[in-house]
């Protein structure tokens, strides 16, 4: 089974929370494009100007490749040093893979532990960022795609986890510029109990601020930090599932018949069958 649609209309955040929450097993493509196109089926037709696939065991991520000519972890292997290609090829020919080629080469004595852990990284980590810097994205996931164990290392993470360590590397934000909350917004808390991730200490010092009331502007200054700094923080947290925005109204004249409200760019609302698809989906796939 699969489902697909327009990042514009299901943010990636949500998606992948989704897809962790659900304990979904799978591929999830995403495909930039230049423009939004007017039917689903055209997006397949057209290059894309980025590609990537991120495939999913039981919510968790286990390999991403940028498209499915590419052997990613191959050239990882290479470009490290660990391993040349006609090596592996000969290897390959003894013992087919039956499981994931990170630890089959542990196996062999080839990679730590550590490597394993290193080339992970490098594999998953490195096309997080530019995906929520898409400003258009086409997406499909299915759940009928077979792991591919020559992808994979062996590993897996939380995919909300693997985005807030990737947010935390990229270093121009300019394409995420329209996506940040807002600075008269304020945090509130979507978790109980003890935080799942490790914060970093900017983070800690905004969470210290979730539920407080206080604005982007107002917790930037008490912090004695710019407030773009604040809202890059806070959309990390918002990635994580860790806070909500709450965009506020404008107090300026509460006792006015009619009030002028601060005007805010909602996100495009969802059409009903759209999201009734990808709920049903999240059920019985």
């Known amino acids: ?36 196109l007017p039917t689903l089926p055209l997006a397949k037709s057209v290059k894309p100007q980025m590609e990537v696939r991120l495939f999913f065991s039981q919510g968790q991520i286990v390999a991403a490749t940028s498209s499915p000519e590419v052997q990613g972890l191959q050239h990882l292997l290479e470009k490290g040093g660990w391993l040349r290609a006609s090596t592996l090829e000969r290897l390959l020919q003894v013992r087919p893979l039956t499981t994931p080629l990170g630890l089959y080469l542990k196996e062999q004595g080839i990679l730590a532990s550590e490597d394993l852990q290193l080339l992970f990284k ?14 258009e994205g086409w997406f499909e996931f299915s ?49 109980e109990g ?24 107002e917790i930037a200054e008490y912090l004695s930090v710019a407030v773009l700094e604040v809202q890059k923080v806070s959309f990390r947290l918002i990635v994580a599932g860790l806070v909500e925005e709450v965009p506020q109204i404008s107090g300026e004249d509460d006792t006015a018949i009619e009030p002028t409200l601060t005007v805010i760019k909602p996100p495009k609302p969802l059409s009903r069958q759209f999201l009734e698809q990808f709920l049903n989906f999240l059920k019985v796939s």
Not at 122 to 135: G, W
Not at 146 to 173: H, V
């Open 122 to 135: 490098q594999q998953v980590l490195t096309p997080i960022p530019h995906l929520f810097a898409l400003k």
């Open 143 to 191: 759940s009928s795609s077979s792991l591919p164990w020559i992808e994979m290392t062996g590993l897996r993470a939380s995919p909300r986890a693997i985005s807030l360590t990737g947010l935390r590397l990229l270093q121009d934000w300019t394409p995420l510029l329209d996506k940040l909350p807002l600075a008269t917004s304020t945090l509130v808390s979507t978790i």
């Open 194 to 217: 003890s935080l799942p991730y490790r914060l970093d200490p900017q983070e800690w010092q905004v969470w210290e601020y979730v539920n407080s009331n206080l604005t982007l502007q």
């Open 1 to 36: 089974m699969s489902i697909a649609g327009y990042l514009s209309e299901f943010s990636l955040g949500e998606l992948l929370r989704s897809l962790e929450e659900g304990n979904k097993c799978g591929c999830l493509l995403i495909r930039a494009v230049a423009k939004q």
